[in-house]
């Protein structure tokens, strides 16, 4: 049977790793490099790195962290922020990124996502969508980080996405994020329902019975974990202990 | 023992490279396909489009290399995730397209009620012969892929992962020629003791 993946998620801006509430307020958390071959050796199933500033900034990530971040550990890297077009995930790619993580660029202009399908394969290709309640209780995606508002049913850009080639799906609730409070589980049971690709959920984990509840109420395929291992005492193996315990089938660290 | 790896610029092959490093392995990449003699061991990796990787070796000129060494030279070959994909006779990956044909059977998309394709992350493997396997103790892997082989004779199945009600093919082995779906390379320590395994079993 396919296990539950427990992911750390690494925002990162340029090579240090960062950690905010919300998408903003941040604070410098350490080394990515470090922090990823601790989580290797911990039994992290992957590791998602995203560069918040990439997109603001006209950039993509730094593909020397990659390279050095895979010469170091031996599990899957996505990599995403950033990425305008093919020629920048090739630099990816040949960095050592086993999958891109596409946002801003692929909600703005979804041909691209075709494009890297076509290119790299679907199961290479994961797009992230940071969305947000409206007043009137409907998910909105965002783009920029958070700080630009996309007028789209989330519904029909994520069938749109897939249809042309996205293989899985991180989906932020923004609201969530950084704040330890616990997943918003019914959007993830939701676009469960919805879609047929894989999907990581985002935002909100900051307890063991956190992770629980998620994959008790949604079938989500993995968890992104980000403030509660790098600002609070967990690490992945009394995670997986614990998970392990509540019958949710995570691999054996 | 010298490990070459085929440096056909599809996918990523550094990942494979480091994880034969990891034990001191002599291992290269092989960018000349004249070259190929000089190792025990070839590794075709990648991931990607079966149809661009068939162009890319065709026009690299590994083609006919890699035919001779498997099947004249009866070198040891190690395909991975794609790389074993081509060890088929062919696959319906945008049209139809023709591989090396070194094992009987096709390569289809994978298809099944309320089945989630790609599949992605850790799945069990189930072997029938423990020689690669040695030490492994998870036997869980890292597979990332959305079609999978459908072997034709039984007896060149080495592994199998269940996924949904589909029982995939994910090992496969015929004489000198050894292909896995999933990624050694990417899935920690039992990835590493099952390559070291087919470097010390196969070559």
């Known amino acids: 049977m396919i296990s539950k993946r427990i992911i750390p998620l690494f925002l990162l801006s340029g090579l240090r790793l960062v950690k905010g509430s919300q998408f903003t307020s941040r604070i410098d958390v350490g080394d990515p ?193 980000g403030t509660m291992l790098f600002l609070r005492d967990y690490d992945i193996v009394r995670i997986k202990a614990y998970l392990t315990g509540k019958k949710v089938a995570v691999r054996d660290a | 023992m010298k490990i070459g790896i085929v440096n056909y610029s599809i996918g990523n092959v550094g990942s494979v490279h480091r994880a034969f490093d990891f034990y001191g392995y002599d291992v290269s990449l092989v960018s000349d396909p004249k070259d190929l003699d000089r190792f025990d061991l070839i590794v075709l990796a990648g991931v990607g489009n079966f149809p661009v990787a068939v162009d890319r070796l065709k026009t690299l000129h590994f083609w006919d290399a890699l035919n001779e060494a498997a099947l004249i030279k009866k070198k040891a070959i190690l395909g991975i995730c794609l790389g074993m994909q081509l060890f088929g ?27 989630r394709v790609p599949h992605m992350g850790w799945n069990q493997v189930s072997v029938s012969d423990e020689s690669f396997f040695r030490g492994v103790r998870a036997r869980s892997f890292y597979f990332m892929h959305s079609y999978r082989f459908v072997p034709q004779e039984k007896g060149d199945v080495l592994v199998t992962t269940l996924y949904g009600d589909l029982t995939i093919a994910s090992g496969l082995r015929k004489e000198n020629i050894l292909g896995v779906q999933f990624h050694p390379e990417k899935s920690q320590g039992d990835g590493l003791r099952f390559l070291k395994n087919v470097v010390e079993g196969l070559a």
């Not at chain 1, 086993?98 to 994961?126: C, M, R, Y």
């Open chain 1, 33 to 225: 490099l470090s922090q990823a071959m601790i989580y290797d050796a911990q039994g992290a199933d992957e590791i998602i790195c995203v560069d918040i500033d990439a997109a603001d900034e006209g950039r993509t990530i730094v593909p020397e962290l990659i390279e050095k971040m895979i010469t170091e550990c031996r599990l899957p890297v996505a990599a995403g922020g950033g990425i305008r077009n093919v020629k920048d995930a090739h630099r990816c790619f040949a960095a050592g990124a086993d999958k891109i993580v596409v946002n801003t660029h692929g909600v703005l202009n979804p041909a691209l996502v075709g494009e890297l399908a076509k290119e790299f394969g679907t199961q290479s290709v994961v797009v992230s969508l940071d969305v947000k309640k409206d007043p009137g209780g409907e998910y909105r995606p965002y783009v920029f980080s958070g700080k630009q508002r996309v007028e789209a049913d989330l519904d029909v850009l994520l069938k749109q996405l897939i249809g042309l080639g996205a293989g899985e799906i991180i989906l932020t609730a923004i609201d969530r994020e950084g704040r330890l409070k616990g997943f918003d589980v019914e959007l993830y049971h939701w676009a469960r329902s919805r879609i047929d690709v894989p999907l990581i959920a985002s935002g909100g984990a900051g307890s063991y019975d956190d992770l629980a509840a998620l994959f008790h109420q949604s079938d989500c395929d993995g968890a992104a974990v």
């Open chain 2, 89 to 115: 006779e062919g696959s319906e990956e945008d049209g139809e397209t023709q591989g090396f044909g070194w094992i009987k059977g096709r390569v289809e998309k994978m298809k099944g009620e309320g089945l």
